[in-house]
């Protein structure tokens, strides 16, 4: 746990806890503002519409009220999915963000304050009358999901085994550098679903009504915690960022924002750092 205890924050918009502004990496302080990688394509999370250029989404919403309470201001780096670690270690950004999940493996090169509980999930076209409604019900067929996307990945090869265990053909997987770009493997019937983020499907099912359906209702092949990651070398920025949404949650802004975007469901009930599913579920 970090060494910080967490200040009274408040909740107020612009209110410095000071303990936590003072213990930020220098150069962080010295610059104000908290870079964030993001692929900004994965509603409700992180996302911009059509033809525009602000970002929005409930971990947007929550990073900006992180930040206001350390001092600092947002500025969004766009990186694809497969970029973000990389991106860190680069230096080309504070915070790896976007729906990143924290995985064990993952540890290994990032730290991870865990912020949104969720899971994966199966789109199709709500056309399509097959009897898809489990991940075991995809042998012989076609998915497509993001590029980097190594918990997904992972749950489809397993699945595929298993389809080969009973004599059937394995699953095809499609990866693709960005989730709308996935998504359009689905909409031009290359693939029978997209896999993706329970949240993220909901929304699309819902932007988009007669046009799509989760397969299996509400149905999730495996569970991660998305999380904001930060470099190993860099822990003063993790425990910061840990404290602020710590005392967020204390005074109820965490759970306000979660439910502005219809995602109460998907809170934790408690901020961690490097937690992820596989620890929880032991």
Known sequence: MPALSLAQAGGATGMVAREL????????????????????????????????NEVQGLSVDLLREIASRLGLKVQYVHAEYASLIPGIQAG????????????????EKLD???????????????????????IDDLCGKGVATLLGSRVIVNAVNAASERCSARGQQKIRIEQLPAAPDARMQLDL??????????????YLASK???KYRIAGGNYTFTSYILSWGTDKSNPALRDAIF??????????????????????????????????????NK
């Open 21 to 52: 502004r003072e213990a930020l990496p220098a150069t962080i302080k010295s610059s104000g503002t908290l870079r964030v990688g993001s692929q900004q394509t994965f509603p409700p999370v992180e996302y911009r519409e059509d033809g525009s």
């Open 92 to 107: 080309r950004f504070d915070v790896a963000s976007g729906g990143l999940s924290d995985t064990e493996e993952r540890e």
């Open 112 to 134: 991870f304050v865990n912020y949104f509980n969720s899971g994966v999930g199966m789109l199709a076209l709500a056309a399509e009358k097959s009897s898809v409604n489990t």
């Open 189 to 202: 019937g290359r693939v029978h679903v997209y896999l993706g983020d329970i949240p993220a499907l909901v």
């Open 208 to 210: 988009f009504p007669g």
């Open 243 to 280: 404290a602020a949404a710590k005392s967020m949650q204390a005074d109820g802004s965490y759970q306000k924002i979660m439910g502005k975007w219809n995602s109460s469901g998907f809170a934790l009930p408690e901020i961690t750092i490097n937690l992820p599913a596989s620890k929880r």
